[in-house]
């Protein structure tokens, strides 16, 4: 039990131990872990072993870095919003381009990565779940162009927000099913992967789409997706000469933020930022905060804060963006919030749709609605800062996916 | 001794085999749970699983899932489920009663708190299913200081090394998942099974339990030749499902359906 033994982390050296997490069983501090059913221990540990092993093989290593700079197009630019910055009057903001990336999101990163790894190990059937179908379409992605079968779990209610993803999908050969149990969001599309898997342990490959998980899940996502923060880093000293004052991401699951965050957690003077989605309001109940407003405890293999009730049952949470819709978040990101090393701030939805209009309208980028999180926040501190201090958001997502809920939330028919 | 050891040690020398009906606690509604314990105890279980409800039970199929759904519909807690176990002894002092649910809501009302109230109601083992052995040393040890058994599940991915590690840390019994799936799936292979329980029994000498999948008499009748307790649940579940309208029904359907599972373990040894 954690409640009463979570540690801080005392002085600024002891943060650079954050960086040998999680340890050989997978936590972060009290978090993380392998919670799962013993059906799966199996299959866990085989990929815990196949991924210790790949990712000290420099061949395999190399085949990811081909495929980032060839097929997903990276290095991702770091744009200098100039006009948004002016317009603040603070900080200049500079944007991590992920929404440049092949199929229009982060999430391609991570599932390079582990259909890489899927194949090595002679895996032939990939399973995922998806929120607002990035992940779902970064997935579907990869196995057409490796040939792998794939299915995607996805909750019905997410189905309807997001059907130009379902079709991307399915236009890519995934088989899409649609989850109807419990919430009909994303947990429940998790539920049946892991169901799924615990079924066809044999020939299935469960590529989690965050840094959430049984171990060695959060770990390995993070790694695929520190690409993000290890270019985002060497970008800002060749610009401006200078590391970032902070940087800001969003937070569902959280690995856009933890791949940003990572290569910046020993550099003591950066602070790091996560954005949840604050729903209709913290106060509200209606949220997917869980670092703002849950608890410790235990879910879909790992432990760290949850939206629950008292007696333990997981709640639903509210976000008008699917992919922030989730009542869990990654255990590393539990544990850098406990340790002080990173701060977890909160957007509603009305803040992320302004934030949303402001920097389609002022830098010809539209950023995803759950990027658009970030950008409510960022807009809210820049002018804490000096003009010379460089804030990084990580433009985790492209904005084309969420048209529909926008016009549906003004009123506009399309 | 637990009593669920008592009880092993009873069947052993009586030459039977255990039959461990499973429902979820409050499941169509919480009012039926206490007698339904009842009905199932003179119907021949020797043994209850009560299931705990829980929003997000992963390792279970559509059948059990929709029994969480219709307890926590009436918001049945771990409280409540506890509570429900004390009543039960109150007039059966003999049966061992089994919580089997997911680890959250034991997290949330505390180890320590929890393993007091249970035992003082008269639990006499948890199955917690996502948690494994190497998770699991803490609630194991405050458990086994309220003499309360920690059941663990082996499955057929479980290899030689996991098996002693979980023997290492079981007490009660072992339950053996029959299949790769989850609850109610598929169809027994007997002979998969029987192949996996000798390997167990190699390494273990806690009794032997089989779940997942046991859908007719028949199954158990099979098993009862093999295995030292039949675990009956999806089947039953699905009754009570099918009577949910009518909860004063389910304790007597369910007795009757579990009187031909007891007959069939019977008549096959």
């Given at each position: 039990?954690?409640?009463?033994?979570?540690?801080?982390?005392?002085?600024?050296?002891?943060?650079?131990?954050?960086?040998?997490?999680?340890?050989?069983?997978?936590?972060?501090?009290p978090?993380?872990?392998?919670?799962?059913?013993?059906?799966?221990?199996?299959?866990?540990?085989?990929?815990r072993?196949?991924?210790e092993?790949?990712?000290?093989?420099s061949?395999?290593?190399?085949?990811i870095?081909?495929?980032?700079s060839?097929?997903?197009?990276r290095?991702?630019?770091?744009?200098?919003?100039?006009?948004?910055?002016?317009?603040?009057?603070?900080?200049?903001?500079?944007?991590k381009?992920?929404d440049?990336?092949?199929?229009?999101?982060?999430?391609?990163?991570?599932?390079?990565?582990?259909?890489?790894?899927?194949?090595?190990?002679?895996?032939?059937?990939i399973?995922?779940?998806?929120?607002?179908?990035?992940?779902?379409?970064?997935?579907a992605?990869?196995?057409?162009?490796?040939?792998?079968?794939?299915?995607?779990?996805?909750?019905?209610?997410?189905?309807?927000?997001?059907?130009?993803?379902?079709?991307?999908?399915?236009?890519?050969?995934a088989?899409?099913?649609?989850?109807?149990?419990?919430?009909k969001?994303l947990?429940?599309?998790?539920?049946?992967?892991?169901?799924?898997?615990?079924?066809?342990?044999?020939?299935?490959?469960?590529?989690?789409g965050?840094?959430?998980?049984?171990?060695?899940?959060?770990?390995?996502?993070?790694?695929?997706?520190?690409?993000?923060?290890?270019?985002?880093?060497?970008q800002?000293?060749?610009?401006?000469?200078?590391?970032?004052?902070?940087?800001?991401?969003?937070?569902?699951g959280?690995?856009?933020?933890?791949?940003?965050f990572?290569?910046f957690?020993?550099?003591?003077?950066?602070e790091?930022?996560?954005?949840?989605?604050?729903?209709?309001?913290?106060?509200?109940?209606?949220?997917?905060?869980?670092?703002?407003?849950?608890r410790?405890?235990?879910?879909?293999?790992?432990?760290?804060?949850?939206?629950?009730?008292?007696?333990?049952?997981?709640?639903?949470?509210?976000?008008?963006?699917?992919?922030?819709?989730y009542?869990?978040?990654?255990?590393?990101?539990?544990?850098?919030?406990?340790?002080?090393?990173?701060?977890?701030?909160?957007?509603?939805?009305?803040?992320?749709?302004?934030?949303?209009?402001?920097?389609?309208?002022?830098?010809?980028?539209?950023?995803?609605?759950?990027?658009s999180?970030?950008?409510?926040?960022?807009?809210?501190?820049?002018?804490?800062?000096d003009?010379?201090?460089?804030?990084?958001?990580?433009?985790?997502?492209r904005?084309?996916?969420?048209?529909?809920?926008?016009?549906?939330?003004?009123?506009?028919e399309? | 001794?637990?009593?669920?050891?008592?009880?092993?040690?009873?069947?052993?020398e009586?030459?039977?085999?255990?039959?461990i009906?499973?429902?979820?606690?409050?499941?169509?509604?919480?009012?039926?749970?206490?007698?339904?314990?009842?009905?199932?105890?003179g119907?021949?279980?020797?043994?209850?699983?009560?299931?705990?409800?829980?929003?997000?039970?992963?390792?279970?199929?559509?059948?059990i899932?929709?029994?969480?759904?219709r307890?926590?519909?009436?918001?049945v807690?771990?409280?409540?489920?506890?509570?429900?176990?004390?009543?039960?002894?109150?007039?059966?002092?003999?049966?061992?009663?089994?919580?089997?649910?997911?680890?959250?809501?034991?997290?949330?009302?505390?180890?320590?708190?929890?393993?007091?109230?249970?035992?003082?109601?008269?639990?006499?083992?948890?199955l917690?299913?996502?948690?494994?052995?190497?998770?699991?040393?803490?609630?194991?040890?405050?458990?086994?200081?309220?003499?309360?058994?920690?059941?663990?599940?082996l499955?057929?991915?479980?290899?030689?090394?996991?098996?002693?590690?979980?023997d290492?840390?079981?007490?009660?019994?072992?339950?053996?998942?029959?299949?790769?799936?989850?609850t109610?799936?598929?169809?027994?292979?007997?002979?998969?099974?029987?192949?996996k329980?000798?390997?167990?029994?190699?390494i273990?000498?806690?009794?032997?339990?089989?779940?997942?999948?046991?859908?007719?008499p028949?199954?158990?009748?099979?098993?009862?030749?093999?295995?030292?307790?039949?675990i009956?649940g999806?089947?039953?579940?699905?009754?009570?499902?099918?009577?949910?309208?009518e909860?004063?029904?389910?304790?007597?359907?369910?007795?009757?359906?579990?009187?031909?599972?007891?007959?069939?373990?019977e008549?096959?040894?």
């Open positions: 039990m954690l409640k009463n033994a979570v540690s801080k982390a005392s002085n600024n050296s002891d943060f650079d131990e954050l960086l040998n997490l999680p340890d050989e069983h997978g936590h972060f501090g978090y993380g872990g392998c919670f799962a059913a013993e059906t799966l221990m199996a299959p866990i540990d085989e990929l072993q196949a991924y092993h790949y990712r000290n093989d061949k395999f290593m190399a085949e870095d081909a495929d980032f060839q097929f997903v197009g290095p991702s630019p770091l744009y200098h919003a100039e006009r948004w910055s002016e317009n603040l009057g603070g900080a200049q903001i500079y944007f381009r992920e440049l990336n092949h199929t229009g999101a982060h999430k391609i990163n991570n599932t390079v990565g582990q259909a890489l790894l899927a194949k090595r190990m002679g895996k032939t059937r399973i995922a779940e998806t929120g607002a179908g990035q992940h779902g379409v970064a997935t992605t990869v196995c057409a162009r490796l040939g792998l079968e794939c299915v995607v779990y996805m909750g019905s209610e997410d189905i309807k927000r997001q059907m130009i993803n379902v079709f991307r999908m399915r236009l890519l050969g088989e899409v099913v649609a989850v109807e149990s419990g919430s969001t947990k429940d599309a998790l539920n049946e992967a892991m169901r799924d898997w615990v079924t066809n342990v044999d020939d299935t490959f469960y590529i989690i965050t840094v959430a998980g049984p171990h060695p899940y959060p770990a390995m996502v993070r790694d695929f997706q520190a690409i993000i923060g290890r270019e985002a880093r060497a800002a000293l060749d610009q401006t000469g200078k590391l970032p004052a902070a940087l800001v991401a969003c937070v569902g959280g690995s856009n933020a933890m791949g940003l990572y290569p957690i020993a550099d003591h003077d950066v790091l930022i996560g954005v949840e989605a604050a729903g209709d309001g913290i106060e509200t109940g209606r949220h997917a905060a869980p670092l703002n407003a849950g410790p405890g235990v879910l879909h293999g790992n432990r760290t804060y949850l939206m629950e009730t008292d007696g333990g049952q997981i709640i639903e949470t509210h976000s008008v963006s699917a992919g922030l819709d009542p869990g978040v990654g255990p590393e990101h539990a544990w850098l919030k406990d340790c002080g090393r990173a701060q977890y701030a909160a957007a509603t939805d009305t803040e992320a749709l302004d934030a949303f209009h402001e920097v389609t309208r002022t830098e010809g980028i539209m950023p995803a609605l759950e990027t999180h970030a950008l409510a926040y960022a807009k809210k501190i820049a002018p804490d800062y003009k010379d201090a460089m804030i990084i958001v990580s433009l985790s997502g904005g084309d996916k969420d048209i529909h809920t926008v016009a549906a939330h003004e009123g506009i399309i | 001794m637990s009593r669920i050891a008592a009880c092993f040690l009873g069947l052993a009586a030459g039977r085999q255990a039959l009906p499973f429902v979820t606690a409050g499941d169509p509604e919480p009012g039926v749970t206490v007698e339904l314990m009842h009905a199932m105890v119907a021949g279980a020797d043994i209850i699983e009560l299931g705990v409800p829980f929003s997000d039970p992963m390792a279970d199929g559509p059948v899932q929709r029994a969480s759904e307890a926590l519909a009436h918001n807690t771990l409280h409540d489920v506890i509570d429900m176990v004390k009543r039960f002894r109150q007039s059966n002092a003999q049966t061992p009663v089994v919580l089997m649910g997911y680890l959250n809501p034991v997290e949330a009302m505390g180890y320590e708190a929890f393993a007091d109230s249970a035992a003082k109601a008269g639990v006499d083992g948890v917690t299913v996502d948690l494994p052995p190497e998770e699991g040393a803490e609630l194991v040890s405050t458990l086994k200081e309220r003499n309360i058994d920690t059941i663990f599940l499955a057929p991915t479980s290899n030689a090394e996991r098996i002693k590690r979980i290492a840390m079981a007490s009660g019994f072992i339950y053996y998942v029959s299949l790769k799936g989850v109610g799936a598929s169809n027994l292979d007997i002979e998969a099974v029987s192949a329980l000798a390997e167990i029994r190699s273990s000498r806690l009794p032997l339990g089989v779940g997942f999948g046991v859908k007719a028949t199954d158990a009748a099979n098993l009862a030749s093999i295995a030292d307790a039949v009956v999806s089947t039953l579940v699905k009754i009570v499902e099918e009577n949910a309208a909860p004063a029904k389910i304790p007597g359907m369910i007795g009757e359906a579990l009187s031909a599972f007891r007959r069939a373990m008549n096959a040894v």
